[in-house]
């Protein structure tokens, strides 16, 4: 996981003050028996308005105290997915020597008036300490998108008055396709699977040839007519099989979509090639990926991580400048399978082996 840069709270950001329901209860009661001492002159009223008013005084200093010395630090896993519940992990740590935090809450900032928040509660994070809790959030679209943002906030010890301080963000992050391993898996195991013979020694089941018997051979591949015939110990070898290559091939048209449904398709037709992507490395197989007919080749990254942040960002505003990418090409070894959100992507002189059918792309969007 990456973390990122922690923030740490002091008393001069606690400035934030909300009073709860509770609170303005409290107060207009107190209000209400300051007046009624007032009126009667009765020590006994002043006497409890003088308490009441001191907790009041003990919630704000108390509520402060908690809230001073925390830092909040989120660290996050290392590849980020849209559309999928993506686990962060955030650290509370209390940096005060001596005295402990008592409930602190974490809550989500809402992103849009009367969206759903989601909040954590830590009952007590003793002096030099921290604690840590797991947070998932889902970002909803591809590319460069910000972090959730944390709200730390605390009523200790009655209630009656709330301090809370926002987080900032922690800086934009790179969010890959949505992956959507079930439609993938139908789709290879109907078109993609197969293998082919390499003309090499190795494990398999066609037969290559025989050689004599050497110390470690199994024994259950020892070939008994051979050794009935010769009079000496024979084994059969096989002929190794290899998976071919797969190239991907995403095409799409040069100008971004602006109609919704043309989104949606366009979101279904990348998430498909990155899910496309990460099943044939599971499987072992050599990958390569194009885009629009442009070859893109890794370079000082790891190449999977190259690819996702490829088709996270190749039609956005960043475009694919950090990226190292190849010129067309007109040669490539394996098998091409063609992802398009074209209804003719010949048109457009792209060029595939095998088309994924576009009744595939719209079940995926």
Do not use: C
């Not at 896993?77 to 935090?101: C, F, G, W």
């Not at 200790?156 to 992956?179: D, V």
């Not at 190449?303 to 090409?329: E, H, M, P, R």
């Amino acid at each position: 996981m990456k973390p990122a840069e922690p923030f740490l709270t002091n008393r001069k950001r606690i400035r934030n003050i909300r009073i709860t329901k509770s609170g303005w209860a409290f107060i207009l009661l107190t209000i209400g028996l300051g007046f009624a001492g007032l009126n009667t002159g009765n020590n006994l009223l002043y006497l409890i308005f003088g308490t009441l008013l001191s907790m009041l005084l003990i919630n704000g200093i108390l509520s402060t105290s908690s809230l001073h010395g925390l830092s909040v630090n989120l660290i996050f896993s290392p590849r980020l997915y849209a559309v999928t519940d993506n686990p962060i992990k955030v650290e509370v740590q209390n940096h005060k020597r001596r005295l402990p935090s008592y409930a602190i809450v974490l809550s989500t900032a809402a992103e849009k008036k009367n969206a759903p928040t989601t909040s954590h509660f830590l009952f007590k994070i003793p002096a030099g300490s921290k604690q840590h809790f797991v947070h998932y959030h889902r970002f909803l679209a591809r590319g460069m998108q910000p972090p959730p943002r944390f709200i730390v906030h605390t009523a200790y010890p009655f209630g009656l008055i709330q301090k809370f301080i926002p987080i900032p963000p922690a800086g934009n992050r790179l969010i890959y396709p949505q992956l959507k391993r079930t439609a993938v898996e139908q789709l290879a195991t109907t078109y993609l699977h197969g293998e082919y013979l390499s003309g090499k020694r190795g494990i398999g089941v066609n037969p290559y040839g025989v050689r004599e018997f050497q110390y470690g051979d199994d024994i259950r591949r020892m070939h008994w007519r051979s050794f009935a015939k010769l009079g000496k110990w024979v084994t059969k070898e096989f002929e190794q099989e290899k998976k071919s290559k797969i190239t991907l091939h995403l095409i799409v048209a040069e100008n971004p979509p602006a109609e919704a449904a043309a989104k949606e398709k366009r979101e279904a037709v990348v998430s498909l090639v990155a899910s496309l992507l990460m099943y044939f490395i599971e499987q072992n197989r050599q990958v390569g990926l194009w885009i629009n007919g442009r070859h893109l080749e890794p370079l000082g990254m790891g190449y999977i991580d190259f690819f996702l942040s490829a088709l996270a960002l190749f039609d956005s505003k960043q475009g694919l400048s950090q990226l190292a990418i190849g010129k067309t090409q007109t040669q490539e070894s394996g098998t091409i399978v063609g992802v398009s959100e074209l209804s003719n992507p010949s048109s457009i002189g792209a060029r595939y082996d095998m088309l994924v059918p576009m009744d595939t792309i719209e079940a995926a969007a």
